[in-house]
């Protein structure tokens, strides 16, 4: 996995966070809050903390000095089974990047702080549903499609054979073949949820491609959501990529 490793810490030393229970007879980790230090923004402090709405849901939090929301992404952490959903996060908009702007890196923070209650938690994976926009922001954080509705299967498609060019004609048609498949026999259960299996594998390897390529939000965009996952084992199997992040961010966090 690879994506522009930016130091964005002033940190002498990185903070390690401290985690405890969430109380007796509870087996979920939260985080303590921290601070880490940006080199633009100043003293960011990283919290979670019990989302008023929701039993199992929480909110993850980045402040400035002045106590300032820069961002934020809410979790639903269940307690038994335990299982972690991400259900939406947010970065004020004067702090994203934009064609013009790099951007400070508040989003990375926030998924590499959720990125430790899993491997903390001990959770196999996170599933969100990630806006179309944001297709791109997550997989280069290790998510990968895990579509299952029919009908973003099909627009996914869609979207593929309706961004074609020179570089991603190969994806275009292997997309066209699946909607082709699947409008031909739409009685058939098992093909259709197959078709997303294919699918799935199929808007990996376009992500990858279209990554390299450069200003995917641009070029190809989707315009529709979808679910996406980060598994446990995705983190474990990239631990030089995930610990670089967290040593560029200021956090003493090792995979």
């Known amino acids: 996995m690879k994506i522009p490793s930016i130091n964005i810490q002033t940190n002498k030393i990185p ?17 303590e809050p921290f601070k880490v230090s940006h080199k633009q923004l100043g003293n960011l402090d990283v919290s979670i903390r019990k989302h008023i709405y929701g039993y199992c ?35 004020e908009n004067e702090y994203r990047r934009t064609a013009r702007r790099p951007g400070y890196k508040i989003g990375e923070l926030l998924r590499l702080a959720s990125v430790m209650e899993m491997m903390e938690n001990k959770v196999s994976h996170i599933k969100i549903y990630s806006k179309g926009s944001a297709v791109y922001f997550h ?7 895990a579509i299952t509705v029919f009908a973003d299967r099909n627009r996914a498609l869609e979207a593929v054979m309706r961004n074609c060019d020179r570089h991603t004609s190969d994806y275009a048609d292997k997309a066209e073949d699946i909607l082709t498949k699947v409008m031909r026999y739409q009685d058939d259960a098992e093909l259709q949820r197959a078709a997303c299996k294919e699918t799935n594998a199929l808007l990996k390897e376009y992500i990858r491609k279209v990554l390299k390529i450069g200003k995917p939000e641009e070029t190809y965009p989707f315009d529709m959501g979808m679910d996406m996952m980060l598994t446990k084992e995705t983190v474990e199997k990239n631990r030089e990529f995930y610990n670089r992040l967290f040593e560029n961010t200021g956090i003493d966090y090792k995979v």
């Open 15 to 31: 903070v390690k966070p401290q985690w405890k229970l969430f109380q007796e007879n509870d087996t979920r980790q939260f985080f």
């Open 57 to 91: 849901n929480w909110i993850i939090e980045v402040k400035n000095a002045l106590n300032k929301v820069l961002g934020k992404e809410i979790l639903f952490v269940e307690k038994n089974p335990q299982k972690i959903m991400g259900l939406d996060i947010t970065v």
């Open 139 to 145: 997989s280069k954080y290790g998510f990968e499609p």
